[in-house]
């Protein structure tokens, strides 16, 4: 079946530093991926959509300067935490569409510990 | 708005034990629900839908009715095994939505012991 590689897994980082997380779609076209952030006991929340080669749309509350998304190619996005802080500390999931089934597609989750 | 609500793990059981896992959603409309699991080190994977009330989504042994009276979409399974320790989530889909995501519920993690 399809697969949808996230890496990294886990990440620690200082604060004050910046982060990338890349999402690639590896046997399929992904126009539209999805970004989620999970806090320990609670849902998972979508941040932000990200169509290929358009600017993200962003879910109320989250901050578009704060967390970057670039989709330049049907088959990678990435997620930047800039200036990271411990409120930040989380895991992230993103998700991809594959448009030939209609079906979605998750990665593995990186979880992010800001120090 | 659309949420959805899952009873909190963990969740403890023997091999071979009954599990419930109960799913209750608030939505809009006729919205297509979902379970998705999650094993460890492993992404979501799609466990079992079901798109219209009274629906039966099964795999795997699991099994979830739609049941739009109650508004819920419990998962079940008979009999359950080590290899099904894992963290499950419910999740839907609204109606009409188009590229909307899924909305999904904290998450039920289930420890099968032998």
């Known amino acids: 079946g399809a697969v949808v590689s996230q890496h990294p897994s886990w990440v620690i980082c200082k604060s004050g530093t910046s982060v990338k997380i890349e999402c690639r779609s590896l046997?399929?076209?992904?126009?539209?991926m999805f970004w989620y952030r999970q806090f320990p006991k609670q849902s998972l929340m979508l941040m932000a959509t990200?169509?290929?080669?358009?600017?993200?749309?962003?879910e109320q509350g989250v901050e578009k300067d704060k967390f970057l998304i670039n989709h330049a190619s049907l088959t990678l996005s990435t997620l930047t935490v800039t200036s990271a802080h411990p409120e930040d500390s989380s895991f992230y999931i993103c998700?991809?569409?594959?448009?030939?089934?209609?079906?979605?597609?998750f990665g593995s989750g990186t979880q992010l510990s800001v120090l | 708005g659309n949420s959805v609500t899952q009873m909190e793990g963990p969740v403890t059981l023997s091999e071979e034990a009954f599990l419930t896992i109960n799913c209750t959603y608030t939505?809009?409309?006729?919205?297509?629900l979902f379970w998705y699991v999650q094993y460890p080190g492993e992404g979501l994977q799609l466990l079992l839908k079901?798109?219209?009330?009274?629906d039966k989504g099964s795999n795997k042994g699991f099994e979830a009715t739609y049941r739009k009276e109650t508004t819920s979409f419990h998962l079940e399974k008979g009999s359950v095994q080590v290899s099904d320790s894992a963290v499950y989530f419910c999740?839907?889909?609204?109606?009409?939505?188009?590229?909307?995501?899924?909305?999904f519920g904290k998450g039920t993690r289930l420890s099968v012991i032998a």
């Open positions: 990200s169509n290929e080669g358009s600017k993200a749309t962003y």
């Open positions: 999740a839907l889909t609204p109606w009409n939505s188009g590229n909307t995501p899924l909305v």
């Open positions: 079901a798109t219209k009330a009274d």
């Open positions: 046997d399929f076209q992904a126009t539209t």
């Open positions: 939505a809009t409309g006729y919205p297509s």
């Open positions: 998700s991809a569409r594959d448009h030939r089934e209609e079906k979605l597609f």
